[in-house]
């Protein structure tokens, strides 16, 4: 019989072993994967970066989404409170042309009309999160000013442009209307309405061509207020779609890296039974010589 005179090499290589074993469950354990570093499945850890590549893009498009939401919902009650206080008007331009009315009672419906113009002007310059929404791509400022020196009496100074958000991979939308479309557009100017309503009542004449313009107006500007409602509808689509997606990816991460936590723990036990027995055969070994194997 061959006896292994020096048989420590191999016990503390063995002893490495267990205690490595050792190490990657009480890993798995406390981090609930078995997959922590390349090493421990290459495949599965080449397709976790893929993972979590998506993961992250759609994490950003979801963002993207949260932040437009509130700005349609914030430029939806702008436009629904414009055709509230248009009704208003409407109504007030119906009971002066009635004729009933004294020069007193019209000039007090007149100074109510120019309030209701002054509030259109403060809903048009409406923010979110300090950025006017109806001024085109220039948000820095307020679009619309009083300035006595044209028609309306109300400068317009936002431009046409329109912002657009990525939402998805090749999918964007528009995030606006310019008060150039919504407020001053050609033939439907919200505020030239008002206006030409506020000098009839004043004046106590031309209350048919001042009504038939406010109605328009307001027509008008209800018809545009679709836009927001269906560009909510989309948004709110892809945020389920894209909620939906960051779900599969996180199934798909759990499937590939999560940790057989039973596993893990059985291995746990086995690898330190495994240490303290060779440890114990250490300390056996230091103790015989070659004459206690030959025994």
Not at 76 to 87: C, E, F, G, R
Not at 241 to 270: C, F, I, M, P, T
């Amino acid at each position: 019989m061959r006896v292994n005179p020096y048989p420590m090499p191999d016990l503390l290589a063995a002893l490495n072993r267990t205690r490595q074993d050792t190490q990657e469950a009480l890993l798995e354990l406390s981090s609930g994967r078995r997959v922590n570093q390349p090493s421990d499945d290459p495949a599965a850890a080449a397709i976790l970066v893929q993972n979590h590549d998506q993961t992250t893009v759609t994490e950003r498009y979801l963002q993207s989404l949260s932040s437009i939401q509130g700005q349609f919902q914030t430029a939806d009650s702008a436009l629904n409170s414009v055709i509230l206080v248009m009704q208003r008007a409407l109504t007030l331009g119906v009971e002066g042309a009635n004729g009933t009315l004294s020069d007193t009672d019209r000039a007090a419906v007149a100074a109510e009309l120019q309030g209701i113009q002054d509030q259109l002007i403060s809903l048009g310059n409406t923010s979110f999160q300090g950025r006017a929404l109806f001024a085109g791509t220039l948000t820095n400022s307020p679009p619309f000013v009083k300035d006595n020196t044209v028609a309306s009496g109300v400068r317009y100074d936002g431009n046409d442009a329109v912002n657009a958000v990525q939402i998805g991979d090749g999918y964007q939308i528009a995030v606006n209307k310019p008060g150039s479309q919504l407020f001053v557009a050609p033939g439907h100017d919200v505020f030239q309405a008002m206006t030409g309503l506020i000098q009839a009542m004043q004046s106590n004449t031309g209350f048919t061509a001042a009504m038939t313009s406010l109605r328009d107006a307001f027509d008008y500007t209800s018809g545009q207020r679709v836009f927001y409602g269906n560009t909510m509808n989309q948004a709110q689509a892809q945020s389920t779609y894209l909620g939906a997606a960051k779900l599969q990816l996180s199934q798909q991460e759990n499937n590939l890296a999560a940790a057989d936590l039973a596993d893990a723990a059985s291995r746990l036990v086995n690898s330190e039974t495994a240490t303290n027995a060779t440890l114990a055969a250490i300390g056996r070994i230091s103790q015989l010589s070659l004459f206690d194997f030959l025994k």
